[in-house]
T-cell receptor, first 114, second 112 residues
Framework: GAVVSQHPSRVICKSGTSVKIECRSLDFQATTMFWYRQFPKQSLMLMATSNEGSKATYEQGVEKDKFLINHASLTLSTLTVTSAHPEDSSFYIC??????????FGPGTRLTVT | KQEVTQIPAALSVPEGENLVLNCSFTDSAIYNLQWFRQDPGKGLTSLLLIQSSQREQTSGRLNASLDKSSGRSTLYIAASQPGDSATYLCAVRNQAGTALIFGKGTTLSVSS
């Protein structure tokens, strides 16, 4: 089946720094990728829809200047958390949509901001 | 706006029991519904996908039903095992290719 990878799987950063998370579709081209965030004991909440070659679409309440999304190729989308704060600590998961509209999830990235 | 609710939030059962997890959604005009399993600190494992035109899907000891008109789905787990302990997430997709909308999940604990 289709595989989506995320890197890193875990990251710890200091408050005020920026961290980049990569989402790659390994064996298919994904014109659309989705970024979700999951707080402890909460559900996955959609943050933004990333479209190759165009600007991402952000969900209400998600700061686009804080969560920068770049989808520069058909196999890679990146999420950069800028000026991270402890409240940004969360589990970030991406999913990639293949040409048949099936979606496949990455394994997630655990971000801890100290 | 579509909202997905899962009941119960947590469930503890002894090994061998059959159990039902419930999912409801507010807008019945869905494209499909999907059940996932999530182990602590891990990503998602897709269990079953039901298209809006289908009534149920089965995989091994798992059976998922969909009643689109009433906005409900159930996940039936037969002969539960300790290895089934995890959080089960229900998610709906309103249109083809759009993002999934998740419920908060049911955390299942099966004791041996």
């Amino acid at each position: 089946g289709a595989v989506v990878s995320q890197h890193p799987s875990r990251v710890i950063c200091k408050s005020g720094t920026s961290v980049k998370i990569e989402c790659r579709s390994l064996d298919f081209q994904a014109t659309t990728m989705f970024w979700y965030r999951q707080f402890p004991k909460q559900s996955l909440m959609l943050m933004a829809t990333s479209n190759e070659g165009s600007k991402a679409t952000y969900e209400q309440g998600v700061e686009k200047d804080k969560f920068l999304i770049n989808h520069a190729s058909l196999t890679l989308s990146t999420l950069t958390v800028t000026s991270a704060h402890p409240e940004d600590s969360s589990f970030y998961i991406c999913s990639a949509r293949d040409p048949t509209s099936e979606q496949y999830f990455g394994p997630g990235t655990r971000l801890t901001v100290t | 706006k579509q909202e997905v609710t899962q009941i119960p939030a947590a469930l503890s059962v002894p090994e061998g029991e059959n159990l039902v997890l419930n999912c409801s959604f507010t807008d019945s005009a869905i494209y499909n519904l999907q059940w996932f399993r999530q182990d602590p600190g891990k990503g998602l494992t897709s269990l079953l996908l039901i298209q809006s035109s289908q009534r149920e899907q089965t995989s091994g000891r798992l059976n998922a039903s969909l009643d689109k008109s009433s906005g409900r789905s159930t996940l039936y787990i037969a002969a539960s095992q300790p290895g089934d302990s995890a959080t089960y997430l229900c998610a709906v997709r309103n249109q083809a290719g759009t993002a999934l909308i998740f419920g908060k999940g049911t955390t299942l604990s099966v004791s041996s």
